[in-house]
Nanobody, 126 residues
Framework: QVLPVESGGGSVQAGGSLRLSCSLDGYTISDYCMGWFRQGALGGRVGVATISTDGNPDYADSVKGRFTVSRDNDKNMMYLQMNNLEPEDSALYYC????????????????????WGGGAQVTISS
């Protein structure tokens, strides 16, 4: 079973920065479309960013210009650098993975993920 594992959540004031990390232990991350989704206190899970196996990102409009998704295939890791954080960014952030297959769907937020981590809490105070 593919199990992403998140780390790096925490609490900061508005305007601050945090970096989330995701590992895919036991599996080769370069074979997977990877992504970050989040779930706030009152809403469902929504996409934040995805990154394809060759490094192409897709961002939600709400985070463009503030968040950067990246991957390091050599370290088997994916990251989400979050800058200029706002209270509305407070949520449980989930790392997701979806194995790339020939003819499969592009690595875009709207196509979702197949495997999920347990989440990392991010809290932004005003």
């Amino acid at each position: 079973q593919v199990l992403p594992v998140e780390s790096g959540g925490g609490s900061v004031q508005a305007g601050g920065s945090l970096r989330l990390s995701c590992s895919l232990d036991g599996y080769t991350i370069s074979d997977y479309c990877m992504g970050w989704f989040r779930q706030g206190a009152l809403g469902g899970r929504v996409g934040v960013a995805t990154i394809s196996t060759d490094g192409n990102p897709d961002y939600a409009d709400s985070v463009k210009g503030r968040f950067t998704v990246s991957r390091d295939n050599d370290k088997n890791m994916m990251y989400l650098q979050m800058n200029n954080l706002e209270p509305e960014d407070s949520a449980l952030y989930y790392c997701g993975a979806r194995k790339k297959t020939g003819g499969g769907r592009p690595c875009l937020i709207r196509y979702g993920m197949h495997y999920w981590g347990g989440g990392a809490q991010v809290t932004i105070s005003s």
